[in-house]
């Protein structure tokens, strides 16, 4: 079955940019999706389909895909992203969807 | 407004069963495929299995973990979708959650917390 690797924790400066990453076997040619979790919250969808985001979600999050790896970019960093985040994506080959470990973002 | 509510969740003795309900309302049910995704206590998440729309024909598929002792099942008429939970194990303890599945997850509830213990 297809995995996803991310690395279980990204700290960053208020202000400044966050790179989550989410590793995969040709993940570029996949369509990969982002999701914020806060602690004792349900997930958050916050980029679908490798860049768009849906309504409500600030500019401030954006995503990229290429090559062997998928991208959450988190710009202007505040303290209420701080959270876990999770790529996913659908494996055409079993029809599963598959989440990645998560990444704790800490904000100092 | 999309609302979907789970429900049925709680503890239950290894072995036994369980079924839970997630209730939804705000969009066309029918139309839409349901997933359901869990988090054990501390974990990431888990995808779990979901159900087509009638239209791909309603089928399920699961992720090996449950295969075969879990049953995702849909009520179009009354817009919920089921999950049920046999031969449960002590690893299927976790907060349940119901999502609609457009291959992603764009409308989450807020889950059920089911505890398999003794």
């Known amino acids: 079955s297809y995995v996803l690797i991310q690395p279980p924790s990204v700290s960053v400066a208020s202000g400044q940019t966050a790179t989550i990453t989410c590793g995969g076997d040709n993940i570029g040619t996949k369509s990969v999706h982002w999701y914020q979790q806060r602690p004792g919250q349900a997930p958050v969808l916050v980029v679908y389909k490798n860049r768009d985001r849906p309504s409500g979600i600030p500019e401030r999050f954006s995503g990229s895909n290429s090559g062997s790896t998928a991208t959450l970019t988190i710009s202007r960093v505040e303290d209420g992203d701080e959270a876990d985040y999770y790529c996913q994506l659908w494996d055409r080959n079993t029809d599963h969807r598959v989440f990645g470990g998560g990444t704790k973002l800490t904000v100092l | 407004e999309v609302q979907l509510v789970e429900s049925g969740g709680g503890v239950v003795q290894p072995g036994r069963s369980l079924r839970l309900s997630c209730t939804t309302s705000?969009?066309?049910?029918?139309?839409?495929?349901m997933s359901w995704v869990r988090q054990a206590p501390g974990k990431g998440l888990e995808w779990v299995g979901f159900?087509?729309?009638?239209?791909?024909?309603?089928?399920?598929e699961y992720a090996a973990s449950v295969k075969g002792r879990f049953t995702i099942s849909r009520d179009d008429s009354k817009s919920i979708v089921y999950l049920q939970m046999n031969s449960l194990e002590a690893e299927d303890t976790a907060v349940y959650y119901c999502t609609r599945d457009d291959w992603f997850f764009d409308y989450w509830g807020q889950g059920t917390l089911v505890t398999v213990s003794s």
């Open positions: 705000g969009f066309n049910f029918g139309d839409n495929a």
């Open positions: 159900i087509k729309s009638k239209l791909y024909g309603g089928t399920p």
